[in-house]
């Protein structure tokens, strides 16, 4: 059941799904669908618990199974000689042998939980190199590494390093945004990436910076309502650096996405438009 000094091996994904090591996406995403269904917590309110807990791990073989990297190093953990099928477990943990990388990984998310930022900042530091983020998963389970991404935001946030923050919170809003999630942490963290845009770029980045931000924002997802007020801020700071036409641009799409978004009427006076929120 386990190894002798390491824990448990991983779960083995494809008898999560039901299905043969060899299915395509299009059967994955079917078995997911289908035991999704059955396992709901709203259709095993007897056993509310269990079903919760089974459907997080259906959730979270999917997302393996369904990403063709995360896939790779599932199969590549299950031909290794001293893994069988009969070890599966409940457990949703990564321990991959031999680098010790899932041990940081846990020494790291559970110095966060502690508070020790700066302990847990600079072993993440080391684990990312020269790379702008590192993947957590697979060395922490699905929710426990968007939660320690998270966390990991906060922390560089508070110390003022917006641009390492924004990095992580947008890793979590993609990875919860993408196909069908139990979103863990999506609320809180797009309302912090939409805090950030719209209240610190404006406040402290220089006009063609936040150009740059607001148009990186634009490309993320957001809600519509969200995407206009980014619209409003870019046409704000397009026409503090010369560009009426562009301004004028923004403040329509603003507009049309969000008809009824606040505070444009003076911008729009300033454009020589007529405005029709208020």
Known sequence: ??????????????????????????????????????????????????????????VEAYHVLSDERRRKF???????????????TSSMSYDPPGDGVAAKCREL????????????????????????????????SLKDHLDCKFLLGEAYERQGQID?????????????????????????????IVTIYCQHV?????????????????????????????RKRLAETLLKIGDRDGAQRELREAIKLHPGIKGVQRLAARLGMHAVSS
């Not at 779960?11 to 039901?18: I, S």
């Not at 001293?82 to 599966?88: A, G, R």
Request: charged share 35%; glycine share 4%; no cysteine.
């Open 1 to 58: 059941m386990q190894r002798s000094t390491q824990g448990t091996w991983p779960v083995d994904y494809y008898v999560v799904l039901q299905v043969e090591r060899h299915s395509g996406p299009a059967e994955i995403k079917r078995a997911f669908r289908r035991l999704l269904k059955r396992y709901h917590p709203d259709r095993n309110r007897s056993n509310a618990a269990w079903a919760e807990q089974r459907t997080r791990e259906i």
């Open 202 to 230: 404006a406040r402290t980045a220089e006009p063609k910076d936040a150009v740059r931000y607001y148009q990186h924002a634009l490309k993320l997802g957001l809600p519509n309502k969200d995407k206009a007020e980014i």
């Open 74 to 88: 599932h199969d590549q953990q299950l031909r290794m000689e001293s893994f069988s099928v009969s070890t599966v």
């Open 109 to 140: 998310f559970e110095s966060l939980l502690k508070g020790k930022i700066e302990a847990a900042l600079g072993l993440y530091e080391r684990l990312r190199g020269d790379k702008a983020t590192f993947d957590l998963y697979p060395h922490l």
């Open 164 to 192: 390492n923050a924004l990095a992580l919170y947008e890793e979590v809003f993609r990875e919860e945004l993408e196909g069908p999630r139990l979103r863990y942490f999506f609320d809180e963290v797009q309302e912090r």
